[in-house]
Structures are given as C-alpha cells and as structure tokens.
C-alpha cells in the first residue's frame, strides 16, 4: 500500500487546514487509515481514524470536536479537516493504512511520508 499527503503548509492560530491522503495498492474498504503526527522533540501521536467497512470515526480527545476525518471511496481518498488550529497542533503529519483503527503507530503497516503543519502568527 502506497500513500501520498498533500495540503500542508503555514496557517494563523484559528485557521483551518484540510490535508487529503491518496491510496494506492488497497481500497478504503478494506483498509483503515490513520492520521498521526509528530512534533520536535515528542514522540509520534495518533490523532484520528478512519475505520474500513462503514467508516467508523474515531479521534483523540486533543483534536475532537476541531478535526474532521472523512473519505472518498472513488477517489481512494482520506481527508482530515482541521478548524480552529493551535500552536499545539505544529507538526509533521502523517497518514498510515492498517486493518483496523487503533492510536499506535505500531498497528499500521504503511504510511506516507508526511506533510508539515505550522500553526503560527
């Protein structure tokens, strides 16, 4: 499985960002995509999960309610949109395919080579 981010960049505190994770060798149907990051200095984290099947959602608590992860089946494409972005939110992001959702990095096989994200004034 291949995956390739796009969408990164430089945003205000309180922007928005929407980065999209192309998927080849696999359908979204069968394979569940992750997104994580990784700031300097800190260890990599999971962020949100896109479940294989349904789509079941998932995010972690520090993004809830600011992120968006969803997917278009056809363009095997996932997308995480991100609303009211931090400081706290500079990172390299990354998306990663697996067989089920789960916060850690070690339950996912693939991943992208990641895009960076800074939030700054």
């Known amino acids: 499985v291949q995956l390739v981010e796009s969408g990164g960049g430089l945003v205000l505190p309180g922007g928005s960002l929407t980065l999209s994770c192309a998927v080849s060798g696999s359908t979204l149907d069968s394979t569940a995509i992750g997104w994580f990051r990784q700031a300097p200095g800190k260890q990599r984290e999971g962020v949100s999960c896109i479940s294989s099947g349904i789509g079941i959602t998932y995010y972690a608590d520090s993004v809830k309610g600011r992120f968006t992860v969803s997917r278009d089946n056809a363009k095997n494409t996932v997308f995480l949109e991100m609303n009211s972005l931090e400081p706290e939110d500079t990172a390299v992001y990354y998306c990663?395919?697996?067989?089920?959702?789960?916060?850690?990095?070690?339950?996912?096989?693939?991943w992208g080579q990641g895009t960076q994200i800074t939030v700054s004034s």
């Open positions: 990663a395919a697996g067989l089920g959702c789960s916060y850690y990095s070690k339950d996912f096989g693939s």
